[in-house]
Protein backbone atom coordinates (compact mmCIF):
# COMPACT_ATOMS: atom_id res chain seq x y z
CA UNK A 1 0.00 0.00 0.00
CA UNK A 2 1.35 3.26 -0.90
CA UNK A 3 1.25 6.10 1.67
CA UNK A 4 2.85 9.84 0.62
CA UNK A 5 3.48 11.73 4.13
CA UNK A 6 4.42 15.07 4.64
CA UNK A 7 6.17 17.24 7.54
CA UNK A 8 7.55 20.37 8.26
CA UNK A 9 4.42 23.20 8.15
CA UNK A 10 4.26 25.80 10.71
CA UNK A 11 4.01 29.52 11.32
CA UNK A 12 6.70 31.60 9.96
CA UNK A 13 7.26 35.38 9.86
CA UNK A 14 7.90 36.68 6.82
CA UNK A 15 11.14 36.37 5.48
CA UNK A 16 11.87 33.46 7.29
CA UNK A 17 12.39 29.40 6.13
CA UNK A 18 10.68 26.45 6.43
CA UNK A 19 11.55 22.89 4.92
CA UNK A 20 9.03 20.54 4.25
CA UNK A 21 9.88 16.73 3.94
CA UNK A 22 7.56 13.78 1.83
CA UNK A 23 8.50 10.50 1.91
CA UNK A 24 6.48 8.07 0.07
CA UNK A 25 6.51 4.33 0.83
CA UNK A 26 5.86 1.43 -1.14
CA UNK A 27 6.81 2.79 -3.93
CA UNK A 28 10.08 2.25 -6.28
CA UNK A 29 11.19 5.70 -5.91
CA UNK A 30 13.45 5.64 -9.24
CA UNK A 31 10.37 5.57 -11.51
CA UNK A 32 8.55 8.16 -9.70
CA UNK A 33 8.83 11.96 -10.53
CA UNK A 34 8.08 14.11 -7.06
CA UNK A 35 6.19 17.06 -6.96
CA UNK A 36 5.03 19.80 -4.29
CA UNK A 37 1.39 21.50 -4.91
CA UNK A 38 0.06 23.92 -3.17
CA UNK A 39 -3.77 25.19 -2.41
CA UNK A 40 -4.69 28.22 -0.56
CA UNK A 41 -8.02 29.57 1.01
CA UNK A 42 -10.53 29.72 -2.32
CA UNK A 43 -7.90 28.93 -4.67
CA UNK A 44 -7.31 25.88 -6.89
CA UNK A 45 -4.28 23.88 -6.12
CA UNK A 46 -1.52 25.04 -8.14
CA UNK A 47 2.39 23.23 -8.95
CA UNK A 48 5.51 24.77 -6.62
CA UNK A 49 8.22 22.41 -8.01
CA UNK A 50 8.90 19.27 -9.25
CA UNK A 51 11.88 17.21 -9.82
CA UNK A 52 11.95 14.26 -12.05
CA UNK A 53 13.60 10.85 -11.31
CA UNK A 54 17.38 12.11 -12.24
CA UNK A 55 16.89 15.25 -10.86
CA UNK A 56 15.53 17.82 -13.29
CA UNK A 57 13.94 19.84 -11.11
CA UNK A 58 11.52 23.16 -11.87
CA UNK A 59 9.88 25.54 -10.46
CA UNK A 60 6.69 27.86 -10.66
CA UNK A 61 7.71 31.56 -11.49
CA UNK A 62 6.19 32.62 -8.02
CA UNK A 63 8.58 30.67 -5.72
CA UNK A 64 11.78 30.94 -8.49
CA UNK A 65 14.91 32.13 -6.49
CA UNK A 66 13.45 31.61 -3.30
CA UNK A 67 11.91 27.60 -3.08
CA UNK A 68 14.54 24.38 -3.33
CA UNK A 69 13.33 20.87 -4.23
CA UNK A 70 15.17 17.85 -3.66
CA UNK A 71 15.34 14.08 -3.51
CA UNK A 72 17.01 12.04 -0.76
CA UNK A 73 19.23 9.48 -1.35
CA UNK A 74 16.24 6.79 -1.38
CA UNK A 75 14.64 8.59 -4.27
CA UNK A 76 11.33 8.25 -2.92
CA UNK A 77 12.09 11.05 -0.13
CA UNK A 78 11.78 14.72 -1.15
CA UNK A 79 12.58 17.68 0.36
CA UNK A 80 11.08 21.49 -0.26
CA UNK A 81 13.31 24.50 1.24
CA UNK A 82 11.35 27.16 0.93
CA UNK A 83 13.04 30.40 1.91
CA UNK A 84 11.90 34.62 1.93
CA UNK A 85 8.92 33.56 2.57
CA UNK A 86 5.89 36.18 1.88
CA UNK A 87 1.90 36.24 3.34
CA UNK A 88 0.70 34.73 -0.01
CA UNK A 89 2.99 32.06 0.46
CA UNK A 90 0.45 30.58 3.09
CA UNK A 91 -1.40 27.36 2.00
CA UNK A 92 -1.63 23.67 2.41
CA UNK A 93 1.59 22.12 0.75
CA UNK A 94 1.09 18.41 -0.50
CA UNK A 95 3.37 16.40 -1.74
CA UNK A 96 2.58 13.75 -4.92
CA UNK A 97 4.34 10.97 -6.33
CA UNK A 98 3.79 10.45 -10.10
CA UNK A 99 4.78 7.50 -11.98
CA UNK A 100 6.54 8.42 -15.04
CA UNK A 101 4.73 6.39 -17.42
CA UNK A 102 1.60 5.86 -16.13
CA UNK A 103 -0.92 8.66 -15.40
CA UNK A 104 -3.04 6.62 -13.18
CA UNK A 105 -0.06 5.93 -10.81
CA UNK A 106 -0.67 9.13 -8.86
CA UNK A 107 -0.27 9.60 -4.87
CA UNK A 108 -1.04 12.49 -2.77
CA UNK A 109 -0.16 13.06 0.99
CA UNK A 110 -2.98 14.87 3.57
CA UNK A 111 -1.33 18.21 3.20
CA UNK A 112 0.99 20.18 5.89
CA UNK A 113 -0.18 23.52 6.60
CA UNK A 114 2.25 26.43 5.58
CA UNK A 115 1.15 29.91 7.45
CA UNK A 116 3.48 33.20 6.70
CA UNK A 117 2.76 36.09 9.12
CA UNK A 118 3.77 38.30 11.61
Known amino acids: QVQVVESGGGLVQPGGSLKLSCTAS????????MNWYRQAPGKEREVVAS???????SYAEFVKGRFTISRGSAKNTVFLQMNSLKPEDTAIYYCNAQHVLVESLSYWGQGTQVTVSS
Open 26 to 33: GIAGTIYA
Open 51 to 57: ISRSGVT
